[in-house]
């Protein structure tokens, strides 16, 4: 049995946050611990969309966030929005701009992590560097401050807040190419984000959307979206 058939999300209590609406989309700021689109499993009913088409029926999303990622998203209130904005997503004319707290302190002040990411079947549904299997993915980061965060018995943990841009859209990527750079991701369960001593401890993985720019299919007004990080 895959992993993702036995994922049951805990409840969300957390509530999405309408920073943005017209009669053509929505901007959201979505909680961390909030599927995006409900899951196979009947358990995992509660999500963006679920909670979305209950106010506006027939919206669908253009993009997700993984499950622990807080932040921005915007989603289409009819199907030909979705194909507009779908278009500037697959185009890579979004910009998307996220906040992160990684494990360490971050040699390089900023750089690009060129990796190509491929499925893992046999560990399902982790993702992978495959420079044959994988598909290309690049991102940028920049280190915005290096900083220690006191712990119990007076440890003190290394943390850097990095800011994030994927200049390509593929799954799990900002985690997984953390993880390569050798600063994985503080709270991410799946690429190394709770293995230091002291990093467990984080109540969520440490990842926000913070900025997404595209183009208003309708008006044609460019769109900068800003939603500071809650950590």
Known sequence: MSMIDTFIAPPCHDNIEMLYQDEHLVLINK???????SGKNPQ??????????????GCTLVHRLDFGTSGLMVVARNKAINAALCQQFSQRSVTKVYSALLC?????????????IAKDPASFPLMSICAV????????????????????EGRLLPLSRVELIPETGRTHQLRVHCQHLGYPILGCDLYG??????????????LHASELHFVHPISNRRIIARNDSPF
Do not use: C, W
């Open 104 to 116: 360490g302190h971050v040699n390089d002040d900023e750089g690009v992590i060129e990796a190509a």
């Open 31 to 37: 909680p961390s611990g909030l599927l995006s689109l």
């Open 44 to 57: 995992n009913f509660d999500s963006v969309h679920y909670r979305l088409v209950q106010i506006f029926p």
């Open 193 to 206: 984000g709770r293995l230091r001593p002291g990093t467990e401890l984080a109540p969520r993985l440490m």
């Open 133 to 152: 299997r994988g598909k290309p993915a690049r991102s940028r980061f920049r280190v915005i401050e290096r900083f220690y965060r006191a712990q119990e």
